[in-house]
């Protein structure tokens, strides 16, 4: 059964930092590119990046661009997303999410987690 | 600007058709990209509902079903249940953005 399973939210000030992790199974974890997506309170859903299966290629969205890095450590089968210089439009639930086709690209999402909220307040 | 839309909200009766439209642009749909669609019930993650345009993953009821054409995509729903009841996102990918793009997603209200 795939498992992915989000940690490291909380409440954090404006322009500090936080690093989620997000620990997967149940899955071949290196067959696979990974990616993180975010929803804010009330509102939809927001792809944040995308990490290919051996970190070679990666992507952003423009909104975090330069202040969130995606990163892999296959051998713990776990993603990681370091957020610095967070924003109060940083306040969201953020997905860890599995694509169905290992992408880092056009592809779809057939596991997700239940999430980690990420809070950003003075 | 890269951005898939989708009505804020659509409602029918038990047993009813509705459908929910996804129109977006030729960085997005109309270059090709499958669109994929969602649903998220209430406090809980999104679950994928619609792969590849119009293919339904195991475990999914055939009162769901999907299609594309040109810049836009519909999900159809027949036969609506309370369980129904949810919102519904649909996703594709923009070679302008280089990235994922959802649309805004929709509340359905099952009356």
């Known amino acids: 059964e795939v498992q992915l399973v989000e940690s490291g939210g909380g409440l954090v000030q404006p322009g500090r930092s936080l690093r989620l992790s997000c620990a997967a199974s149940?899955?071949?974890?290196?067959?696979?590119?990974m990616h993180w997506v975010r929803q804010a309170p009330g509102k939809g859903l927001e792809w944040v990046s995308g990490?290919?299966?051996?970190?070679?290629?990666?992507g952003y969205a423009d909104s975090v661009k330069g202040r969130f890095t995606i990163s892999r450590d296959n051998a713990k089968n776990s993603l990681y997303l370091q957020m610095n210089s967070l924003r109060a439009e940083d306040t969201a639930l953020y997905y860890c999410?599995?694509?169905?086709?290992?992408?880092?690209?056009?592809?779809?999402?057939?596991?997700w987690g239940q999430g980690t909220l990420v809070t950003v307040s003075s | 600007q890269s951005v898939l839309t989708q009505p804020p909200s659509v409602s029918g009766a038990p047993g009813q058709r509705v459908t929910i439209s996804c129109t977006g642009s030729?960085?997005?749909?109309?270059?090709?990209?499958?669109v994929h669609w969602y649903q998220q019930l209430p406090g809980t993650a999104p679950k994928l509902l619609i792969y590849?345009?119009?293919n339904r993953p195991s475990g999914v009821p055939d009162r769901f079903s999907g299609s594309k054409s040109g810049t836009s995509a519909s999900l159809a729903i027949t036969g609506l249940q309370a369980e129904d009841e949810a919102d519904y996102y649909c996703?594709?990918?923009?070679?302008?953005?280089?990235?994922?793009?959802f649309g805004g997603g929709t509340k359905l209200t099952v009356l």
């Open positions: 999410a599995k694509p169905s086709m290992g992408s880092v690209g056009a592809t779809d999402f057939d596991y």
């Open positions: 149940g899955f071949t974890f290196d067959d696979y590119a």
């Open positions: 990490i290919s299966w051996n970190s070679g290629s990666i």
């Open positions: 030729s960085s997005n749909i109309g270059a090709g990209y499958d």
């Open positions: 590849g345009n119009s």
């Open positions: 996703q594709s990918y923009d070679s302008s953005l280089s990235g994922s793009l």
